[in-house]
């Protein structure tokens, strides 16, 4: 709970009172949650850790095997050549896992071919094969004038074009050390198994991996975390991710090769997702 929360609970036990006097018991239940507790006193990160556990149980319920919602998955960067994540309007096709956790199985459309964009066309992952396989100037790639006009949009201190420039340099040069770190240090897991709930001094996902979906018939899409991807792409390595979702129907599959020894030889058998079961 916030701190500065404290100080409202009056005002939201009145406020359940008003409710329940108006609508009646059943109404004021659906709105508690999303008015009062839920959206008033529980912080980003409590919501993210709440779904994430409640899917990990509901999973349990439903599923022979499903798997640990903070599972990590060890895959090869290159691999990962689509991403689902929204439609051509722009709504989620997977419930995004900041309001809905991760390790989520769900049924649906969701993994369509018309739901699927390329990972090469978003700016960031574009950036690095243009700094470090075409050899090109910060100044000259798709992404800082990308970034250049974002902050000129933003006004204020970074109205004037010499300070977007600056900004938007600023900004690449990080990830340049990042990619340079990474390098010469080699890729890095951040979220500790041994700790399944990380330093709460950061939200939970800053310590995720990156973040995919696994479609029916096992098909691995980008989800979050485009900087990492970009970054393992170019220098062609391994990388651990974690699942935001799972298509219900490949979660049966899981389930099967857990369950049926003669289902063992189909061609899945080796996916990565697979290991903790067969």
């Not at 939201?12 to 018991?25: A, P």
């Not at 899917?55 to 290159?78: G, Q």
């Not at 600023?170 to 340049?176: A, G």
Request: net charge positive; with cysteine.
């Amino acid at each position: 709970m916030k701190f500065d929360s404290i100080y409202m609970i009056p005002h939201y036990l009145s406020r359940i009172i008003e409710i329940k006097q108006e609508d009646g018991f059943a109404k004021l239940i659906k709105k508690s949650k999303n008015e009062l507790l839920w959206s008033k006193l529980l912080t980003r990160e409590h919501r993210f850790r709440y779904h994430t556990v409640k899917n990990k149980y509901e999973n349990k319920l439903r599923y022979e095997c499903p798997a640990d919602p903070y599972k990590i998955i060890d895959i090869k960067a290159s691999k990962i050549e689509y991403m689902i994540k929204t439609n051509d309007c722009g709504e989620y096709v997977i419930p995004p896992d900041k309001k809905f956790g991760i390790g989520q199985i769900v049924d649906g459309e969701w993994d369509s071919d018309q739901n699927q964009k390329n990972v090469y066309q978003m700016p960031e992952i574009k950036y690095f094969r243009e700094r470090y396989e075409q050899d090109k100037d910060i100044e000259k790639t798709e992404y800082y004038r990308d970034l250049v006009k974002r902050y000129e949009r933003i006004g204020g201190e970074f109205k004037k074009e010499k300070n977007a420039k600056n900004l938007a340099k600023k900004t690449l040069k990080k990830y340049d050390n990042l990619y340079n770190k990474i390098r010469n240090e080699g890729y890095k897991k951040k979220h500790k198994e041994i700790n399944k709930r990380p330093n709460s001094s950061r939200h939970v996902r800053d310590n995720l991996e990156v973040l995919v979906s696994i479609g029916r018939e096992g098909d691995i899409y980008f989800f979050d975390g485009r900087h990492r991807l970009g970054i393992a792409q170019v220098l062609d390595i391994k990388i651990p991710v974690q699942v935001v979702c799972r298509h219900k129907k490949w979660q049966v599959i899981r389930d099967r090769i857990c369950d049926d020894s003669s289902f063992k030889n189909i061609k899945t058998y080796y996916h990565p997702d697979l290991y903790d079961v067969r």
